[in-house]
């Protein structure tokens, strides 16, 4: 059998994510350091904006999934929101140049990048993944490594972001935060530069039609628009996504660490020194983008050599997997710092170990959610229904804020979480060990009746 090569159109879509991605991580990466040195704010008030800034990333694809299924199609919205995220980020650069002359502006500066930087992700994100699935026919059983390869993209652009943002911003002198956004920026117009330049070229169907136009809606004898009603086989496919929706809440609540605790873990208790070099905090948040590229081709592998012997997981069983692996990595760390005394470092492995687990975790959750979505959704809700997934993305993000406020401090009493008393990190990752698991247990129970409801979907 002749192995069929996935269309142009999905490299194109790999190199504009890749770029956004590159932005935005670059970005995430000296953002609460920035705030704690340059801004002046305490941990907690820096960890309570990150989170409603990341959780708002996550709630405007809704809107713009709605805008593009409706009125503008996949193309306009991403344009659109490509140079709203452009903007975001300059303004986050004169953020970064006016905070020694006044604070007060740099701070009013840095909320309207984020406004930026929120709407646009809200026009990008589910538009440039819903368009991956129309590259393929109906029932092309391609999509699931497309997919694989598209979030390779995601993660290339996620390891190079902390490199070179991290490197350009996060020197130890706060007045070069500047230069990390400025990188930031320019990565989110390469992305729009090279999307614009090929779009009409390389996005197409099969059969050679444009994919990601403005919908064209079709119209009764009376000149009114048709509706076509949902089928019982839709409402259950659909009831599916809502249900995985809710358990990856408590998936990237803990993931999410990554960005605020687990930056504050590796800046304050990880020895860093490595061959006489200081490595920088935010270097860290590259080891699950280097694990994801190294690994995905390896686990796509897995399942299809699962899948060739008939034992591949149902989708939800796997996103159950991908739960019981972050919770075996907070578990990993919660170990390493048992008994550990404030200031005292450790070795930098108990952190890689963390994020080498949790990329594991990953795999196994993430791109196979978003290829469900396409699977599952209705045609003409595909960007819709994939903003619905990134709206739980947007509730563990805010989540994954008031988690990362819990963070210990010698310095202060203990804080509680539903009656949870924190005195110790050992403590605060246990936590997440209780609440991924937990998670991981019931959604494993749950997946021989989603299998079902899915109908042979996926």
């Known amino acids: 059998m002749i192995k069929q090569a996935h269309p142009k159109g999905l490299y194109l879509l790999f190199v504009t994510e890749m770029w956004e991605r590159f932005s935005y991580y670059g970005m995430r990466a000296i953002f609460v350091l920035f705030m704690v040195k340059a801004l002046l704010m305490d941990k907690a008030a820096a960890s309570g904006i990150y989170g409603t800034y990341t959780s708002l990333v ?18 306009r919205s991403i344009i659109t929101g490509g140079l709203l995220m452009a903007i975001g980020q300059f303004m986050m650069f004169f953020s970064g140049s006016l905070f020694s002359q006044s604070i007060g502006t740099a701070t009013t500066m840095m909320y309207v990048g984020l406004g930026a930087l929120i709407a646009g992700n809200g ?19 391609r999509v699931d490594a497309a997919f694989t390869i598209f979030y390779m993209g995601i993660n290339a652009g996620a390891l190079l972001a902390p490199l070179v943002c991290g490197t350009l911003g996060d020197t130890g002198n706060a007045h070069d935060f500047k230069w990390g956004f400025l990188a930031a920026g320019f990565g989110m117009l390469i992305s729009l530069v090279v999307f614009s330049l090929l779009k009409n070229r390389y996005l197409v169907t099969p059969e050679g039609k444009a994919i990601g136009m403005a919908p064209k809606r079709a119209v009764d004898t009376s000149g009114h628009a048709k509706h076509e009603p949902l089928t019982r086989v839709d409402y259950e496919r659909l009831a599916v996504i809502m249900i995985v929706s809710a358990f990856v809440i408590f998936f990237w609540s803990a993931f999410e660490q990554a960005g605020a605790s687990l930056t504050f873990f590796a800046e304050e208790q990880t020895n860093r020194s490595l061959f006489g070099f200081v490595v920088p905090a935010s270097y860290f948040q590259s080891i699950n983008p280097v694990a994801i590229v190294l690994f995905a081709p390896v686990f796509a592998w897995i399942w299809t050599r699962l899948g060739n012997k008939g034992r591949e997981p149902a989708s939800p069983t796997k996103m159950a997997l991908g739960l019981f692996l972050l919770a075996i990595g907070y578990l990993v760390i919660a170990f390493g710092v048992d008994g550990l005394q404030p200031g005292v470092k450790v070795s930098m492995m108990w952190l890689t170990s963390l994020y080498l687990l949790h990329t594991f975790g990953e795999l196994s959750l993430s791109p196979i959610g978003l290829s469900l979505v396409v ?4 045609v003409r809700f595909t960007s819709l229904m994939m903003g619905i997934w990134f709206l739980s993305n947007a509730a563990a993000n805010k989540f994954a804020g008031i988690l990362s406020a819990l963070y210990p401090d010698p310095k202060m009493a203990p804080p509680v979480f539903m009656g949870y008393t924190i005195h110790n ?10 609440m991924a698991g937990v998670a991981s247990l019931i959604l494993f129970a749950l997946s021989r009746k989603l299998q079902k409801m899915m109908h042979l979907a996926a």
């Open 375 to 378: 699977k599952l959704s209705p």
């Open 425 to 434: 990190l050992h403590d605060f990752f246990m936590l997440f060990v209780a």
């Open 123 to 141: 026009m990008f994100k589910p538009n440039i993944s819903s368009m991956v699935g129309q590259l393929y026919p109906a029932g092309d059983k």
């Open 58 to 75: 996550y709630v405007t694809p809704l809107i713009g999934g709605y805008i593009a299924d409706r009125y503008w199609g996949n193309r």
